[in-house]
């Protein structure tokens, strides 16, 4: 394992030497908004920064980066882009008269295969996220608690049963 120098001079946000191997980074956005960045300078500097739903570090979004989800999603708006996912990856660019490498949001959607939710082992539905649990996570819970795998609605009914039988 090899450390990138550039890790080290700003750890906060993601930069080309994020990308180990040159492969692409796939995440899905969190939110968009723009901020007080503080540069490796000390220079502060409003930046539009785009935060993601996996453990990753947030963004700087270019304009450049900015134009290319607003084409992918036909949408202009910040708040649209919540949910959606976008493939970063590296190119070398002019900058400043050197050639450099910068992060570039890819000119395609992500085709993500979309996880296999666990299913209910009452009613045979799936089991869905629930607040900050995944479905393996819930469905983990319920077979802890419930002794079966339960999506929300029969975990529902099934703790009114637990508490309906304690109450007589």
């Not at 935060?51 to 980066?65: D, G, R, Y």
Request: charged share 25%; net charge positive.
């Amino acid at each position: 394992m090899h450390t990138h120098w550039k890790k080290l001079t700003n750890p906060n946000y993601l930069g080309a030497y994020s990308i180990e191997d040159g492969k692409d980074l796939i995440l899905t956005i969190k939110y968009v908004q723009e901020e007080k960045v503080t540069g490796t300078d000390g220079k502060k500097d409003d930046c539009v920064v785009c935060h993601f739903v996996e453990n990753a570090k947030p963004m700087i979004l270019n304009a450049t980066n900015m134009k290319m989800i607003t084409k992918l999603y036909k949408t202009p708006y910040i708040e649209d882009w919540a949910g959606k996912k976008i493939q970063i990856g590296i190119e070398k660019v002019k900058a400043f008269g050197d050639i450099v490498e910068a992060l570039r949001i890819r000119n395609k959607i992500p085709n993500v295969q979309p996880a296999k939710l666990p299913k209910c082992e009452n009613c045979g539905n799936d089991i869905q996220p629930l607040n900050n649990m995944t479905a393996d996570d819930v469905a983990a819970y319920t077979r802890s608690k419930y002794g079966q795998a339960l999506c929300s609605v029969c975990a529902t009914k099934k703790a009114q049963e637990v508490n309906n039988n304690a109450d007589e």
